[in-house]
């Protein structure tokens, strides 16, 4: 995300896996995960904590470059230029596993492991299938997996912001409403077979190979 000051310069920041903002009044003390402070106008804090510092800050200096990245992230996953026929003109050419496909943050920003498996699974598609086998059929199912999943699993993880905060935006509630990751052995929740696992460029992934062509 990112913050603009009122004279100009602007602040690109990255939370990653544990970082979290927090707004509070300046005169209560930091917590031993609090690693920078904002003071702003009107007295409170701005607080960034992050327990695994993760978590990258860049300084943009009005009319500079933002070195961050974040220009050159995708499309966004709920974009409705996102179609099969997108996927099929980004990666149709591409050999490389539909799963690595669905992490890199150039095609579709925001997907990460875990929610690349759900969709994956929703989609019916092998996480190892390479994208120049995908059918039109397929590159519509995942279109329409991408926007859903996500959208389902952000309700099932909204949290009020006294939650949020109480936590330290630690807190996560996906895992009783996951499908298959984190879930090798287990039964199938559509076909009752077993779920399988491999890796795909240096990453888990957890499938069907039943429901999963
Ligand atoms: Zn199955």
Known sequence: MRLAFAGGDALTLHLRMTGCLLLEEESSPPSKHTHLGFLLSDGKELRYEDVRRFGKFWFLPEGEKDPSGMERLGIEPFDPAL??????????KSKKPVKEALLDQRLVAGIGNIYSDEILFA???RPDKACNLLGEEEFSRL???????LAYFTEKNALTFEEYAKSGGKEYRNTPYLQVYGKSGAPCPRCGGTLAHMRIAGRSAVFCPHCQH
Do not use: H, N, Y
């Not at 179609?83 to 149709?92: E, H, I, S, V, Y």
């Not at 279109?143 to 999943?149: L, Q, T």
């Open 83 to 92: 179609t099969a026929a997108f996927l099929a003109q980004k990666t149709a």
């Open 123 to 125: 989609a019916g598609i």
């Open 143 to 149: 279109a329409a997996a991408i926007p859903e999943r």
